[in-house]
């Protein structure tokens, strides 16, 4: 029976940050739409690329909220949780703040608009510091609706000021500004604990350790995207772009299965049950994922248009990379719950091989997404290998 309803809360938990992450994803995309439609293909242009580096600046949030959940699985207060936090945000701050020139010439993009998309840099790592409280405390319900609540505090105010005739950076600003009033509703949604009174001091080196670690899984995910656009012709561009949507499908639906079962990879007691479990769901939810990329191909050109048709021979390729890539982070997701990050050096050798082979072997879509799928599936075999033998152990 214990088990049985241990299964039953962790389904209702996974169901719950499904939901919330589908619905701040799904907000994020259509937040595309006015954009592209008010600011023209210029200002759209600079708008998407803002959008990317903000991705990045994202990095150090997602690391602190595994770092946050895995402490207070283990026990520590949230007083000195949301210390490390303002201490993270305030290093991200200072970063911002000198990158955003250089992020401008970059990215051909004005100052103040890169300042604009950057300034939401620290307030995501104060989000992700109470959707760690959280998630380590086991409250999925309220952070499903945290989640949710995040993709509309980005997304209405960004509207709301396009419809206004703002700019790219005037409609940055006001999602930056959405996204700060939703962390302190979840500041507000996150009860405060004592914590025990002997544990060892934290660092925002430990998050930066953390850090190195999405940073890889995020390259890995995301290269081959950027790479294919600039050395393929523009038409297979498009194509390798349509076909990485399949990718990110089937590397971003399972990421509830992670967040729910993480508190206990953080427990030794339940370290390798977690584990086990985590990569069992995610390798089934990829199978069937990967099976429907094959059976609906024949579809998409109807769907999208004859003139991606060379695609849907190899759509299911894509999927198991997006599959590969969601279990390869749920190895990692185990490695950041027992402090374990230098498993992350697996993801930055399949990360340099990739874009090797890019640069130099792969010369169309099909064989791009060969090797990234490639990549992904060693990748994820040997730290899914690592983790299941040491968590038995």
Not at 161 to 167: I, K, R, S
């Amino acid at each position: 029976m214990p088990n049985r309803t241990a299964s039953t809360s962790a389904l209702a938990g996974m169901t719950l940050v499904t939901v919330g992450s589908m619905t701040a994803n799904a907000a994020s995309y259509l937040l595309h739409l006015p954009a592209s439609r008010f600011l023209g293909v210029e200002g759209y242009g600079e708008f998407a690329s803002l959008l990317a580096a903000q991705l990045v600046l994202a990095v150090p949030a997602l690391a602190l909220q595994s770092v946050v959940a895995r402490e207070v699985a283990r026990g520590r207060g949230t007083a000195e949780l949301r210390k490390l936090g303002y201490r993270c945000a305030g290093v991200v701050a200072i970063l911002a703040s000198a990158l955003a020139p250089v992020v401008a010439v970059v990215l051909g993009t004005g100052v103040l608009a890169t300042a604009s998309a950057l300034v939401v840099a620290p307030v995501l790592v104060l989000l992700g510091t109470e959707q760690g409280l959280l998630q380590g405390s086991g409250q999925f319900g309220r952070l499903g609706a945290v989640l949710a609540a995040a993709g509309f505090g980005k997304v209405i105010p960004a509207v709301a000021v396009l419809t206004a005739g703002g700019g790219p950076g005037i409609v940055l600003a006001a999602s930056a500004i959405g996204t700060a009033v939703v962390a302190v509703g979840a500041r507000i949604a996150s009860a405060t604990r004592e914590g025990d009174a002997v544990r060892s001091p934290l660092t925002v080196g430990t998050v930066l350790r953390a850090s190195q670690v999405q940073l890889a899984l995020i390259g890995l995910s995301a290269l081959d995207l950027v790479i294919a656009a600039a050395l393929l012709s523009a038409e297979q561009a498009g194509l390798y772009a349509l076909g990485a949507v399949a990718t990110k499908a089937a590397f971003w639906l399972p990421q509830a299965v992670g967040v729910v079962l993480y508190p206990r990879m953080a427990n030794p007691a339940e370290s390798f049950k977690a584990v086990r479990s985590a990569m069992a769901v995610v390798a089934a939810i990829g199978a069937v994922l990967v099976l429907g990329a094959a059976l609906v191909a024949p579809l998409l050109p109807s769907i999208v248009g004859e003139g991606y048709a060379p695609v849907q021979s190899y759509l299911w390729i894509f999927a198991l990379q997006g599959a590969c890539l969601a279990l390869l982070q749920s190895g990692l997701l185990w490695a950041i719950a027992g402090e374990r990050t230098q498993l992350a050096i697996v993801a930055w050798i399949g990360l340099a091989v990739e874009v090797v082979l890019l640069f130099f072997v792969a010369a169309t879509p099909l064989q791009f997404v060969i090797v990234a799928a490639s990549v992904a599936a060693v990748c994820a075999a040997v730290v899914s290998a690592v983790a299941l033998s040491s968590s038995r152990s």
